[in-house]
Nanobody
Framework: QVQLVESGGGSVQAGGSLRLSCAASGSFFSLGAMGWYRQAPGKQRELVATITSSGSTNYADSVKGRFAISRDNAKNTVYLQMNSLKPEDTAVYYC??????WGQGTQVTVSS
């Protein structure tokens, strides 16, 4: 079992930055791929970014060049640095770990 605890959400004006963190705990030897998804009101949950255990990354086109995912394997933590935030980035952001573990979500609100 893997438990995920997210932090770092909040409210920011357009153009601002936020950094999300997600710490994993539980019974595991090592973690595989980790990532972030988001769900805006009335929309389906969508991929934001993922990172493998070796550091390979993948981003949604909508966040490329603005967001950066990273991880600290020693701390079992994944991060999402979000820069140049836009109102359309407003959503609940969920941490994810393979195969199907999810955090409780953290709200990110970007005002224009």
């Amino acid at each position: 079992q893997v438990q995920l605890v997210e932090s770092g959400g909040g409210s920011v004006q357009a153009g601002g930055s936020l950094r999300l963190s997600c710490a994993a705990s539980g019974s595991f030897f090592s973690l595989g791929a980790m990532g972030w998804y988001r769900q805006a009101p009335g929309k389906q949950r969508e991929l934001v970014a993922t990172i493998t255990s070796s550091g390979s990354t993948n981003y949604a086109d909508s966040v490329k060049g603005r967001f950066a995912i990273s991880r600290d394997n020693a701390k079992n933590t994944v991060y999402l640095q979000m820069n140049s935030l836009k109102p359309e980035d407003t959503a609940v952001y969920y941490c994810w770990v393979v195969s199907d573990y999810w955090g409780q979500g953290t709200q990110v609100t970007v005002s224009s």
